[in-house]
């Protein structure tokens, strides 16, 4: 005779399922489920947005966990969760923005009289933070190729703290090897840090390769639809947690409850989203590369890309759909960002972005909008000119956050802008790293929908 279960005892099966997302489970399910409960006060299935400053104590020194919410606040203590699983870890710290987390790493990390190295191709902010606000605190920044990891390992010395890489880089998309990389900074004692903004925890995984942390712009894929700003730092060393969020809790840099909400929304769709980014980028790759007025192309699911062994060998992506669909064959993803030139240079690029549609010319990536942008008179304006252009920014470089529209309806608003360029500063024909020369012609709706 079986034995009734009592309201309890259903109630902590319940949450207990609704709550379990192992790290082994797929990673569809992790960004749904992981981390996440009803609400247990009403059961409501979307976490509650608690836009409270200040929480009730039971007796002095007796509270529910959250007492200002510069320190904490149950919908971003939710997010954090959810983030934490995602990249299996405890929960992550979140902030106000990306450069708010980055600012946090710095002043968790280093103090003055420490070094730090840092790729040379990253984020303009980052370069803005490095040498206008930490270099006069007396904290050194050395900027290296980090795609050979022998320059990390060289770069470093006894007052080296930190290494920050990002991979893919901005604007360039240059990789660097993180498990060879880390295993450097583990023999010399340094921490390492990866900004995976642009892959997210479905394509790369830095901590299982060997980081210790993990920064984002929580503001690009992770949230998505252009409706928040926000960053995080997530990391398996409980101690730097909390030494995150000491900092975090001095600065006032929290992200705000209601972005953190939105954050959860987005973070839902995440796996889903950049499979489709990674596909129409690599078909707008595709066309980019056998245009006759383009005359590079930045994408590393190219196989031309330089690193394009490197993309397929670090990235998770290939196992994340192999899990999926249990075939041998599945797709490789490689990201929904893409970088590419105009034959003319300056002129003809500003051509091309003024002349988009479809495209919006804007100041962000990874949202649900396709976005182009001009990096060195927006994104990477503060990185000093003979910086971008030894690391490749260059005045007509384009970046193009490949949206969620139809594909072949981005390269044919890309394929419109592209005819106003003039001939006379263009080729009928182009030579691609391998050595075969290339023609097109205008580009139909039948073309752009095959390529895409």
């Not at 969760?81 to 600012?103: K, R």
């Not at 703290?161 to 498990?179: G, H, Q």
């Not at 971008?388 to 309806?409: H, W």
Request: hydrophobic share 40%; glycine share 8%.
């Amino acid at each position: 005779m079986s034995r009734r279960h009592s309201t309890t005892e259903i109630k902590e099966v319940r949450t207990s399922a609704a709550h379990r997302a192992e790290p082994s489970s797929g990673v569809d399910t992790i960004a749904l489920r992981g981390g996440r409960r009803p609400d247990p006060t009403t059961g409501a299935v979307l976490t509650p947005i608690v836009q409270s400053t200040t929480y009730a104590h039971e007796a002095v020194g007796v509270h529910k966990g959250h007492t200002y919410s510069r320190a904490s606040n149950p919908t971003v203590s939710a997010l954090e969760e959810a983030l934490g699983a995602l990249e299996n870890t405890p929960p992550a710290v979140c902030f106000a923005t990306g450069m708010a987390a980055i600012t946090t790493l710095f002043l968790s990390l280093v103090k003055a009289g420490d070094h730090v190295v840092v790729s040379d191709v990253v984020y303009g902010g980052t370069v803005r933070l490095l040498n206008l606000v930490l270099a006069p605190l007396g904290i050194d920044a050395t900027f290296v190729d980090t795609s050979e990891a022998k320059n990390v390992e060289q770069a470093i010395n006894e007052r080296t703290r930190l290494v920050l890489i990002e991979t893919p880089a901005n604007p360039t998309l240059k990789l660097a090897d993180v498990e060879a990389i880390a295993r450097i900074t583990k023999k010399r004692g340094v921490l390492l840090a990866v900004d995976n903004t642009f892959l997210t925890p479905v394509l790369l995984r830095p901590l299982d390769l060997g980081a210790d942390i993990t920064v984002y712009s929580t503001t690009k894929y992770i949230e998505g639809h252009n409706a928040t700003v926000g960053g995080s730092l997530a990391a398996r060393d409980a101690a730097l947690l909390e030494r995150f969020r000491l900092i975090r809790k001095t600065l006032g840099s929290i992200q705000a409850p209601f972005d953190a909400w939105l954050t959860l929304k987005g973070l839902k769709t995440l796996p889903l989203r950049i499979r489709q980014h990674s596909r129409s980028a690599l078909a707008v790759a595709r066309f980019l590369q056998g245009h006759p007025k383009v005359t590079k192309v930045y994408y590393p699911g190219l196989s031309e890309f330089p690193q394009h062994e490197l993309a397929v060998r670090q990235n998770r992506g290939r196992l994340a759909a192999k899990r999926q669909t249990e075939n041998a064959d599945s797709e490789t993803f490689f990201g929904g960002i893409v970088a590419f030139e105009v034959a003319g240079g300056v002129d003809s690029g500003v051509t091309v972005m003024n002349n988009v549609q479809l495209c919006i010319l804007a100041e962000n990536l990874g949202a649900a909008e396709t976005l182009i942008t001009h990096p060195v008179s927006m994104t990477h304006g503060d990185v000093p000119r003979e910086q971008r252009e030894r690391t490749g920014i260059t005045d007509g470089l384009i970046r193009l956050s490949v949206g969620l529209e139809d594909p072949a309806d981005i390269i044919a608003d890309l394929e419109r802008a592209l005819a106003k360029v003039t001939a006379a500063t263009t080729r009928t024909a182009r030579t691609s790293p391998t050595g075969s020369t290339r023609r097109t012609t205008t580009v139909t709706r039948a073309r752009a929908r095959q390529l895409a």
